[in-house]
């Protein structure tokens, strides 16, 4: 692997500003990735269980479009269903074997939106599967195609022999990951208060407050401006000074938690800026997100696997949720570059960034490129970066277990 290192003193805390969004779990991109990601790890278990091995599969192009709803103080309905679109290729059969993949993205849908929506039913979600088996292009035909494993059967395997990434782990694609550490200031403040609304203590407390929230933290110095978007569910919101009350509490809530983590000690809060009392143009909504009522939601556009997205620090635009865990590098490369930035930065006190760079067909257990951006101090070496890379590295097989058992989120 070639290592590059680049010293830059630049750090994003040190900069005049900063610019952090964070998309709650309620949220329709939010909604998605969790989708496309849980859909990912039932597959697998299911393959794991039926054939000791995951086939090959694909949900990061899953969707989710808007339904339709009628809002009222005391309780509204919904009107139109909220529709899964399941874009994705998945391997149904192991030779003679078939497994259940219809019946699975149905029962997986259902049950993962109605558990993020509790107020969702299972009535109010249609979904549509549109699933192409299609091998990905490059498998020359010829007399002994018939005979030849590789991309011919990519989808369609006659036993285990024709995964190749069982001989050779290899990587999928030519792609990149980003990975950096520590968390600047507003990172930190995006992530502490969206986690606080959607935490229990504070819904179970607050049990009109829905979970699409949607917080943007503007860092001006030592300053922190903050814009949130929080709904109220409209079963247990009587009226407009209700809701008017509840919203003006929350404001001062959000006020007093961001003024103990701005440097300054100085912030401001926004709260459903959008809102037009006077007009009743509110957030106000039958389950607690906006999906209920036009609203889309699309795997890639929501947080990062970091669980911000940060408009001053670097982004890879892979949509890590819902790509196979064994050999796709869109999802393994974001996470491991994000261990190696942390295993750096705490072994040497700076701030860095990293970055993995893939070859397609090249092995998966060794980047082609590293790059690596330091903040300070004197440039680490070479041979160190490498050292870290492969031993991070070789935690792959105990963080492909914990994707596939949920114990590791990627937003």
């Known amino acids: 692997m070639l290592v590059s290192v680049d010293l830059d003193n630049r750090f994003v805390d040190a900069y005049g500003f900063d610019i952090v969004e964070r998309k709650g779990i309620g949220h329709p991109d939010s909604l998605a990735d969790g989708l496309a990601e849980e859909l990912s790890r039932a597959y697998s278990r299911l393959c794991l269980e039926e054939f000791g091995a995951i086939l090959h599969h694909n949900t990061d192009k899953t969707a989710l479009l808007g339904g339709s709803a009628t809002v009222a103080f005391g309780g509204g309905s919904m009107d139109g269903p909220i529709t899964a679109l399941v874009n994705g290729r998945f391997s149904e059969t192991l030779g003679d074997r078939k497994l259940p993949v219809g019946d699975l993205i149905e029962t997986v849908s259902r049950d993962f939106l109605c558990s993020r929506l509790p107020l969702l039913r299972r009535d109010d979600i249609e979904v549509r599967m549109r699933l192409n088996p299609a091998s990905s292009p490059g498998h020359v035909h010829s007399d002994t195609s018939s005979r030849d494993g590789g991309r011919?059967?990519?989808?369609?395997?006659?036993?285990?022999?024709?995964?190749?990434?069982?001989?050779?782990?290899?990587?999928?694609?030519?792609?990149?990951?980003?990975?950096?550490?520590?968390?600047?200031?507003?990172?930190?403040?995006?992530?502490?208060?969206e986690g606080w609304l959607n935490g229990s203590e504070f819904t179970t407390a607050a049990t009109y407050f829905g979970s699409d929230i949607k917080i943007m933290v503007c860092r001006d110095g030592g300053d922190l401006h903050i814009t949130l978007c929080v709904p109220q569910i409209d079963r247990h919101t009587p009226d407009l000074a209700t809701y008017i009350d509840r919203?003006?509490?929350?404001?001062?809530?959000?006020?007093?938690?961001?003024?103990?983590?701005?440097?300054?000690?100085?912030?401001?809060?926004?709260?459903?800026?959008?809102?037009?009392?006077?007009?009743?143009?509110?957030?106000?909504?039958?389950t607690g997100s906006s999906i209920e009522s036009g609203d889309e939601g699309v795997v890639g556009r929501g947080n990062r696997c970091n669980g911000v997205i940060s408009l001053m620090r670097p982004m890879s635009m892979e949509g890590a949720n819902g790509k196979n865990p064994v050999y796709h590098v869109g999802k393994l490369y974001n996470v491991l570059a994000q261990a190696v930035a942390e295993r750096l930065y705490s072994e040497t006190g700076l701030p860095m960034a990293v970055c993995l760079v893939s070859r397609s067909g090249g092995e998966l257990t060794c980047p082609e490129f590293v790059g690596v951006q330091q903040s300070g101090g004197v440039a680490v070496d070479s041979g160190y970066v490498t050292a870290v890379v492969e031993d991070v590295m070789g935690s792959l097989p105990t963080l492909r277990e914990d994707l596939i058992a949920g114990r590791r989120a990627l937003c």
Do not use: M
Not at 157 to 186: C, F, K, M, Q
Not at 255 to 266: D, I, K, N, V
């Open 152 to 193: 011919l059967h990519w989808f369609a395997p006659r036993s285990l022999d024709d995964l190749s990434e069982r001989r050779r782990l290899h990587a999928n694609d030519t792609s990149a990951g980003v990975g950096y550490a520590p968390l600047s200031i507003a990172e930190r403040t995006a992530l502490d208060i």
């Open 247 to 286: 919203k003006r509490a929350l404001q001062e809530l959000v006020l007093q938690r961001a003024r103990g983590l701005a440097p300054s000690g100085e912030a401001t809060v926004a709260l459903n800026t959008r809102d037009d009392h006077d007009a009743r143009e509110l957030y106000l909504t039958v």
